[in-house]
């Protein structure tokens, strides 16, 4: 429990700076923000087996099972690129592939940008570190996403 906390403690430390790199003054971020950011790594990292079983029973319920192991981790988004407002993100993910691909997977970091503001582009990157950043991504190839995990705040 005191591990995940601590992770989830790092998750949220990276996301602040990260919106602090992406142009958003980190005093900018509320608390409000930061209890969202800390309950949904929480949700996620406790109770991933369960929303990870929900997922592939209704994937098998409307046949689209999936054929190799799954699990769920949280997904980091910052805008990045051209175009792009900024701001940082967190949710979760469903991520598929060969247990060795998989048990190096921490998260998901979602890229963000745009071109000439009429399109909107997003990259999903299974990565094997909970500090995204750009110039710091670490793939874990042979991993894809499967499903995507909202929660309603």
């Given at each position: 429990?005191?591990i995940?906390?601590?992770?989830?403690?790092?998750a949220g430390?990276?996301?602040?700076?990260?919106?602090?790199?992406?142009?958003?003054?980190?005093?900018?971020?509320?608390?409000?923000?930061?209890?969202?950011?800390?309950?949904?790594?929480?949700?996620?990292?406790?109770?991933?087996?369960?929303?990870?079983?929900?997922?592939?029973?209704?994937?098998?319920?409307?046949?689209?099972?999936?054929?190799?192991?799954?699990?769920?981790?949280?997904?980091?988004?910052?805008?990045?690129?051209?175009?792009?407002?900024?701001?940082?993100?967190?949710?979760?993910?469903?991520?598929?592939?060969?247990?060795?691909?998989?048990?190096?997977?921490?998260?998901?970091?979602?890229?963000?940008?745009?071109?000439?503001?009429?399109?909107?582009?997003?990259?999903?990157?299974?990565?094997?570190?909970?500090?995204?950043?750009?110039?710091?991504?670490?793939?874990?190839?042979?991993?894809?996403?499967?499903a995507?995990?909202?929660?309603?705040?």
């Amino acid at each position: 429990m005191r591990i995940a906390w601590r992770r989830t403690f790092a998750a949220g430390v990276i996301v602040g700076v990260m919106a602090g790199a992406a142009g958003t003054a980190v005093a900018q971020v509320s608390i409000g923000s930061l209890i969202k950011l800390f309950g949904i790594g929480y949700v996620v990292k406790q109770f991933g087996p369960q929303i990870n079983s929900a997922i592939n029973t209704i994937m098998l319920n409307n046949k689209a099972e999936n054929k190799e192991l799954t699990k769920v981790v949280p997904i980091i988004s910052v805008g990045v690129g051209l175009g792009t407002a900024g701001g940082a993100y967190i949710g979760a993910v469903q991520v598929q592939g060969p247990k060795a691909a998989l048990d190096q997977v921490q998260a998901v970091a979602e890229i963000e940008g745009s071109f000439m503001n009429q399109i909107r582009l997003r990259g999903l990157v299974p990565v094997n570190s909970l500090n995204p950043l750009a110039g710091n991504l670490h793939r874990v190839y042979g991993v894809g996403v499967t499903a995507l995990v909202d929660f309603q705040l």
